[in-house]
């Protein structure tokens, strides 16, 4: 079996290693990878957008299976265009991917199906957006409606900021097209959690949870990033919640999207607010999360090839998952200025002392090798350090000190990933 995984990043790091581990596996290419994949994976220089270069490349080396990393080429279509090509990919259509693609639609499925999220205003003119604003209570939250790479959301402190935000959004199109329309949102106070399920429109599977953390510094602080650090699962979604989520989010949203006639199949995450013992929907990502997917992952214990044909095939009831009762932290190590600029090209160093260990997992993100054979920094998240130990505190322990190993110009990373988690433990 040969497998195309789409992507680039720690995410598609952490597939690729797990779904090599799957039975019958022969080749798994990896468009375009990074250089921690590479050494895994067979890397071909696409673009995940380049849909045509990747339907070709798939038909070339009879895939049998593809994995879509990212979000951007889910909303374009290539779920579309490689099932009219017969082969199989995982993922939403370009209708369904609607529910990462745009923020009003999600937020109009989900008054539809009567599931909790902040309420909310759709405005396609500023003008209407700006006579909105009288009579906010702040902080008020800003929401370009499409695709914004994380950054399209703007929380704001009063009337001005918010004028402010509207204006980037919709008038100097500060995201393109994805602010030609604008969202409104009532700011929730609450603990996040991610919570992943596939689902082939009949059966969902629920993933471990988990929790990001996606503010630059520690403690929450500065502006927002990819995600800077994840922990499995999360003890906010205790038992009761998950079930809560199932019936409360997951069960309805699917639902809806059937009676729509634009069904769900792949792999849906939901962004949520837990806030008064209730989920709240932030958001939905049509695809696995990063960093969530690394310390999920790394806990996953059972076949995720098969589990994805399954998928595929609309036998998800057929597929079972299990999980490592041990929780799994994943630490970011991202380059110096980041989420701003930065630069690239830092030669890492240290990474041999943690290869082969079964404990600890070091998924490369923005990396590559260059002419002498060194890899080195070539995005903002460079690496996503991931143990595994009896407790979030030992992995934290763990995680930490293999950090240690690692050196390369800039490094930054948050030093309180999974002590939310921690604290909870001890409140219950
Ligand atoms: P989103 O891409 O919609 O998940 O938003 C990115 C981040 O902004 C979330 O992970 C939250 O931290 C924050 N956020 C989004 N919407 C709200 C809201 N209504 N209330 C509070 N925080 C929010
Ligand atoms: N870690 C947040 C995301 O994948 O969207």
Not at 105 to 110: A, D, E, V
Not at 185 to 210: C, K, N, Q
Not at 413 to 419: A, H, N, Q, S
Request: include cysteine.
């Amino acid at each position: 079996m040969n497998i195309l995984v789409i992507g680039g990043g720690g995410r598609e790091h952490a597939l690729v290693w797990k779904l090599k581990q799957g039975d019958g596996v022969q080749t798994v290419y990896c468009a375009p990878g990074n250089a921690g994949i590479a050494a895994e994976a067979t890397c071909v220089s696409l673009s995940p957008t380049d849909l045509e270069g990747c339907l070709t490349f798939a038909k070339e080396k009879d895939i049998n299976l593809t994995v879509v990393g990212p979000e951007a080429p889910l909303v374009a279509g290539i779920v579309d265009r490689f099932a009219a090509a017969g082969i199989p990919i995982i993922g939403p259509d370009q209708k369904a991917a609607q529910l990462e693609g745009s923020k009003a639609f999600t937020k109009r499925i989900l008054e539809e199906a009567g599931v909790p999220t902040a309420d909310f205003e759709i405005f396609d003119d500023p003008t209407e957006a700006f006579q909105a604003l009288q009579g906010k209570s702040y902080p008020l939250v800003v929401k370009a409606d499409g695709l914004a790479a994380g950054k399209g959301v703007l929380i704001v402190q009063d009337q001005g900021e918010a004028e402010d935000a509207i204006r980037t959004i919709m008038e100097e199109k500060a995201f393109g097209d994805a602010g030609n329309r604008v969202v409104l949102e009532e700011f929730l106070r609450g603990e996040e959690a991610s919570f992943i399920v596939l689902t082939d429109g009949e059966t969902i599977l629920p993933l471990a949870s988990s929790q990001d953390h996606k503010a630059i510094y520690d403690g929450d602080k500065g502006p927002n990033t990819g995600g800077m650090g994840a922990y499995s699962p999360a003890p906010v979604v205790d038992a009761a919640m998950h079930e809560k989520v199932m019936r409360t989010v997951i069960e309805p949203v699917i639902e809806a999207m059937n009676r729509r006639g634009t069904p769900y199949r792949g792999i849906l995450y939901a962004g949520l607010m837990i806030a008064d013992d209730t989920p709240y929907v932030l958001e939905f990502n049509v695809r696995m999360g990063d960093p969530e997917t690394q310390p999920i992952l790394f806990r996953m214990e059972g076949d995720l090839v098969e589990t994805f044909v399954r998928l595929h095939e609309g036998q998800l009831h057929k597929a079972e998952l299990a999980w490592n009762p041990n929780p799994a932290v994943c630490v970011v190590l991202a380059s110096g200025g980041y989420p701003g600029s930065y630069e690239k090209g830092k030669v890492i160093t240290g990474l041999e002392s943690l290869e082969g260990r079964s404990d600890v997992k070091v998924f490369h993100a923005g990396t590559k090798q260059n002419e002498r054979g060194e890899i080195v920094t070539n995005g903002g998240r460079v690496l996503g350090v991931t143990a595994a130990d009896s407790s979030l505190a030992a992995c934290r322990e763990k995680v930490y000190k293999a950090i240690e190993a690692i050196h390369f110009e800039g490094m930054t990373y948050r030093k309180d990933i999974g002590l939310k988690g921690i604290q909870r433990e001890k409140n219950v």
